[in-house]
C-alpha cells in the first residue's frame, strides 16, 4: 500500500491538476466511481494508473472486478494519499490517471455507413466554465449526439472539473478539441449539416421546431457564458435560435439552455424518423 503522500509517484498524479502538467504528460485526472467505472467499461486502454483506498474498493467491489477484467492493476493507498491526489475537497476513494484521446473534427463529420452526415453535433465556442462544458458533454451523450467539438477558446476538456460534470460522458462520444470555430462551421456546412446558433436574440425555439428545421441533421452552435456568440459569429450560422422564457427569470444557464436545444433536436430526428 502507498502511504507517503509526498512522494514523487503521488505528487506526479496531483500535479495534473495543472493544464501545464496535462499538456506535458498527455495525461488527466479521472475521480470518483462513476467516472472510473465508465473509463474501465469503455476505454479501458487509457486507464493508465488506478488508485484506490481499500475501504472505497470495497464499497465498489464491482469496479475492482471490471478492473481486472480489462486487466487493469489497482494501486491501493492511504486516505492521505488519494486526498493528496484528488482534485475535490471529499474524494470518493477512487482515482485513475488516463491518456487523453481528442478526435479529429474530420472524424466526427465524417459521413455514416449509409454515406449521411452525422445527425447531431455541439459545437463550443469560448466555453470558459468547466462545469458548463461537462454539463453540455453529458446532455449531447445523452440526447444521442454524435460528437462535441471545443474551440481552441473554451476551457480544456481534460480539467478535472470538465471530467467530473461529465460523469463518464467524456467516454461515450468522440469529442475534438483546440479547433478554430470558422473552420469547423465550414466543414460542418460541407458535410450537409445545418448549423443553428443559440443566441437570445434569435427564433423561437418551438417555432423552428414546427417548420422541421429540427429535423435536419443539425450542429449546434453554443457561446460564452457571460457575452454569448459575437453578430459575426451568428453570420455564420443558417439560423439563429432562441429558448423561450415563460416565466419570470431574466435569463437560462448556458448549460441548461444546450440541453434543452439538444433535446429538441433529438426528439424532431427521431419523430421524422
Not at 455507413?113 to 453540455?136: K, W
Not at 478554430?180 to 434569435?202: C, H, M, P, Q, S
Amino acid at each position: 500500500m502507498i502511504d507517503n503522500p509526498r512522494s514523487p509517484r503521488i505528487r506526479a498524479v496531483a500535479k495534473l491538476h495543472k493544464r501545464e502538467a496535462r499538456s506535458q504528460t498527455g495525461l488527466f485526472l479521472l475521480e470518483g466511481p462513476q467516472a472510473v467505472a465508465e473509463a474501465l467499461t469503455y476505454r479501458p486502454e487509457l486507464v493508465v494508473e488506478l488508485y484506490a483506498t481499500p475501504t472505497a474498493l470495497e464499497r465498489y467491489a464491482d469496479i475492482g472486478q471490471t478492473a481486472v477484467d480489462a486487466g487493469v492493476d489497482v494501486e491501493f493507498v492511504t486516505e492521505q494519499v488519494l486526498e493528496a491526489m484528488a482534485d475535490t475537497v471529499t474524494p470518493q476513494g477512487i482515482v485513475a490517471v488516463c491518456h487523453q484521446f481528442p478526435t479529429s473534427v474530420k472524424d466526427i463529420l465524417r459521413p455514416g455507413g449509409d454515406g449521411r452526415p452525422p445527425r447531431l453535433i455541439a459545437i463550443l465556442e469560448e466555453v470558459r466554465d468547466p462545469g458548463n462544458a461537462g454539463t453540455i458533454i453529458r446532455a449531447a451523450d445523452a440526447a444521442g449526439a454524435d460528437g462535441v467539438i471545443l474551440s481552441g477558446r473554451s476551457v480544456d476538456l481534460y480539467n478535472p472539473k470538465v471530467v467530473r460534470a461529465s460523469t463518464g460522458s467524456i467516454f461515450h462520444l468522440p469529442i475534438a478539441v483546440n479547433v478554430e470555430l470558422d473552420a469547423v462551421l465550414e466543414r460542418a456546412r460541407i458535410a450537409g449539416l445545418t448549423i443553428l446558433a443559440a443566441d437570445i436574440k434569435g427564433d423561437d425555439l418551438l417555432a423552428v421546431r414546427s417548420l422541421g428545421v429540427l429535423a435536419r441533421p443539425t450542429a449546434w452552435l453554443f457561446g460564452n457564458e457571460a457575452r454569448g456568440l459575437t453578430d459575426e459569429q451568428l453570420l455564420h450560422a443558417d439560423r439563429v435560435v432562441s429558448v423561450p422564457l415563460y416565466g419570470k427569470a431574466e435569463s437560462m444557464n448556458l448549460a441548461t439552455a444546450a440541453s434543452v436545444c439538444l433535446y429538441e433536436s433529438a426528439f424532431a430526428q427521431r419523430e421524422a424518423d
